[in-house]
């Protein structure tokens, strides 16, 4: 009985100093593996830009009896009882709207048009990185436009470029903008010029407008180029999409210049209000920045290929 107690003993304190010997190892290692899963994630987190988008709601009058989608409660009433999404058509009370997660998944069963229609929506309603009408237009005019003399400095018939705006909006991608539909390219460009205007938040948003004007107002090129980069990161995933696929588009432009007699500068003065608008400022104000949209557009396409 002795021996046995001794060698419990002696089982016991082995056990002891083993696991005090294990405990750091396992903590050693729970630490590693954290960090490396964390690192993991910042890193996935850095490559995915934000996409999300909120809900566009509007006050409502139901048919017939509605539950909340986000509390699942009775909406009660005979008139307005609450708001709908007018983009993916999310049913919600009133005081719910502002606890719903910015998690819009346009429909396009809710998209009545293409053109004046936020960009980010259109894009997720249709599932594309870019609006259809930027793609269609753009592939339009390098196929049959690069060397037109003039080429979206000269306008279109406006009769012409509305009628393209319409089959937008009611056909989509069905749009024929063929030469056979339109002989002149300055109408394709037009319909193009003005899909971007109509856009009731620019390409390059008001949220990020302030950045590029500091930019542009730079004298160091490196420190101005760094200031680009970081302003473009402030651009939502479909808006820097649209926007560097149509700087592309603009360089090539100018490698055509012999002919269309298109430079970066001419080019800018087309596209300065047409990408950018100023938010909520006095007309002096904005008056002031026109040259600055103009030197923001032209940097943009000179340095295409060191931004995007």
Same mark, same amino acid.
């Given at each position: ?50 996409? =999300? ?12 009896? !509605? ?16 708001? @709908? ?9 009133? &005081? ?15 998209? $009545? ?11 997720? /309603?249709?599932?594309?990185? %870019? ?21 979206? $400095? ?18 989509? =991608? @069905? ?5 056979? /539909? ?14 971007? %205007? ?15 004007? =500091?930019? /542009? ?8 180029? =760094? ?21 592309? !588009?603009? @360089?090539?432009?100018? &490698?055509?210049? @012999? ?8 080019? /800018? ?25 103009? &030197? ?13």
């Amino acid at each position: 009985l002795l021996c046995l107690y001794i060698k419990c003993l002696l089982f016991v304190w082995r056990l002891e100093h083993f696991s005090t010997f294990w405990q750091p190892l396992k903590l050693f290692a729970y630490s590693q593996l954290t960090s490396l899963v964390r690192r993991a994630s910042l890193k996935e987190s850095e490559r995915a830009p934000r996409s =999300e988008k909120v809900h566009n709601f509007k006050v409502h009058t139901f048919r017939g009896p !509605h539950w909340c989608e986000h509390c699942a409660s009775f909406m009660w009433g005979l008139m307005a009882q609450g708001v @709908k999404c007018t983009d993916c058509g999310l049913n919600v009370h009133k &005081q719910c709207s502002s606890l719903v997660p910015s998690d819009c998944k346009p429909d396009l069963r809710h998209i $009545r048009k293409v053109y004046s229609c936020d960009l980010t929506t259109l894009v997720k /309603a249709y599932n594309t990185a %870019r609006p259809m009408v930027v793609d269609m237009c753009i592939r339009e005019i390098e196929s049959r436009g690069l060397k037109s003399e003039g080429l979206y $400095r000269i306008s279109g018939f406006s009769d012409s470029v509305e009628e393209v705006k319409m089959a937008f909006d009611k056909d989509g =991608e @069905k749009t024929d903008i063929s030469v056979n /539909a339109y002989e002149d390219i300055n109408i394709i460009t037009g319909a193009l010029k003005l899909y971007l %205007r109509d856009l009731p938040v620019p390409v390059i948003s008001y949220d990020a407008y302030p950045r590029f004007i =500091e930019a /542009a107002k730079l004298t160091d090129s490196e420190k101005k180029l =760094e200031a680009f980069r970081e302003a473009l990161a402030l651009l939502p995933p479909s808006h820097s999409d649209t926007l560097k696929y149509l700087m592309a !588009h603009l @360089k090539r432009v100018t &490698q055509n210049e @012999k002919f269309n007699l298109m430079n970066a500068e001419n080019l /800018a003065i087309v596209f300065g209000p047409t990408l950018m608008r100023a938010p909520n400022m006095d007309a002096i104000s904005a008056l002031n920045d026109i040259r600055y949209q103009r &030197q923001v557009v032209e940097a943009l396409i000179k340095n295409e290929d060191v931004l995007f």
